[in-house]
């Protein structure tokens, strides 16, 4: 018998995400045969302890006995249970200060920790990941925001509508842009999410070259690839490992689409020794159109540098004006460029995204718990057990034993 506990989320702001829904815990068990499943009491989350308790799932507060316990945010350090194994986000292997305490606690109490950044596949491929919903939202809340600064139309904020298909329903106002420009950057899931938006609100793909030399009399978008924005600083021919590998060898072209666009919606992944798209001292110029960003990666002081801080779901908007380089209320002067950088967004469509999810896990951890992690899969994405780090990330040593 193996005894999986699904854990209220404890982190403030809350997080209305689960692991697995009611349906996908009704599957695994029938799926995994000696799998049960238990879930802690929550008054927040999307799926109401109701709807487990009316599938024959267990509801209760305490979470002992369980094998494996899994959330989806950093699990409170108070609420951290000493000899477990834990599957969650840590968002420590970057040695983020915010959860240094985190890791230390995880060490102290000889908990195993799998983090679902780093559970992949043969490739190295992430897996497990909300990305998609992030797209989705982002692409979403980028029209919103475009809409409010212009006046054109007010769609429903996302994280006020039941689901996406209840979200679906607004597309229809956007038929009042105008003949606007959209830059979609990245090519992974979050970009492939925003893609999935802009497609079903009916706004046209058009090449790279199009969008940049070509005028249109309706709304169009296209997607960039790194090697649209970026070249080698010494003039070499573009090679895409080496970017992945060397990307301080390459400097931002994002220049040529800065004076065609007029909403940019930020997917693609940043690494800090990468070339930004545009620096502080672009913004503002005739050559720099854009007026609305939707910072997807919501990179602080990032690839965008204007996103000089992340914003909320209540509050997902701030405007920074180029003459002064202050940051301003949303919508708050025609000159200013309005930038919408929620860090949590799929948490606005929490139901659709804890479907996905749930999915995810099905197919790709569960089975490694009965086949005794043939593929490695769990050993890969282990960060630390018995009060140890793994080998793996034995450079966060320093990180996780500062000040103990």
């Avoid at 986000?89 to 970057?94: C, P």
């Avoid at 620096?279 to 919501?298: H, K, M, Q, S, Y």
């Amino acid at each position: 018998m193996l005894k999986i506990g699904l854990l209220c989320e404890g982190k403030t702001p809350p997080d209305r995400r689960v692991p697995l829904t009611p349906k996908k815990c009704v599957e695994a068990q029938s799926t995994f045969p000696g799998l049960q499943i238990i879930v802690q009491n929550s008054p927040l989350r999307s799926y109401a302890d109701q709807e487990y308790r009316d599938l024959g799932i267990e509801v209760r507060e305490d979470m002992a006995g369980c094998d494996v316990l899994l959330g989806v945010k950093e699990v409170p350090v108070a609420q951290l249970l000493p000899y477990q194994t834990y599957l969650f986000f840590s968002h420590t292997i970057k040695a983020q200060p915010a959860n240094q305490q985190l890791l230390r606690a995880v060490l102290d109490r000889s908990i195993k920790l799998i983090d679902y950044e780093l559970i992949t596949n043969e490739r190295g491929e992430r897996v497990v990941a909300f990305g998609r919903y992030a797209g989705i939202v982002g692409a979403y809340n980028g029209l919103l925001t475009y809409g409010r600064k212009h006046g054109l139309f007010a769609l429903k904020p996302a994280h006020e509508c039941v689901d996406m298909d209840d979200m679906q329903e607004e597309y229809f106002k956007v038929k009042a842009l105008p003949p606007i420009k959209i830059a979609v950057t990245g090519t992974g899931r979050v970009a492939q999410g925003a893609l999935e938006v802009l497609d079903r609100v009916g706004i046209r793909r058009v090449s790279v070259y199009d969008y940049l030399y070509h005028d249109f009399r309706e709304p169009v978008y296209a997607q960039l690839c790194s090697a649209d924005y970026n070249s080698r600083r010494d003039g070499r021919v573009w090679d895409t490992t080496d970017f992945h590998r060397h990307p301080e060898a390459y400097k931002s072209t994002f220049g040529l689409f800065a004076p065609v666009t007029d909403l940019l919606i930020a997917c693609a992944f940043w690494h800090p020794a990468a070339p930004r798209l545009f620096e502080l001292a672009d913004v503002g110029g005739p050559n720099f159109r854009i007026n609305t960003i939707a910072d997807v990666t919501c990179d602080v002081n990032g690839s965008i540098p204007i996103t000089q801080r992340s914003t909320s779901i209540p509050d997902p908007a701030f405007d920074y004006d180029p003459t002064t380089g202050v940051l301003a209320p949303p919508y708050s002067g025609p000159q200013n460029i309005t930038v919408m950088a929620v860090d949590n967004l799929p948490c606005e469509l929490p139901r659709n995204a804890s479907r996905d999810f749930g999915r995810q896990l099905l197919d790709h951890v569960f089975p490694q718990f009965f086949n005794g992690d043939a593929g490695g899969v769990l050993a890969r994405a282990t960060i630390a057990m018995e009060g140890k780090l793994t080998e793996r990330f034995g450079y966060l040593a320093g990180y996780a034993g500062a000040g103990r």
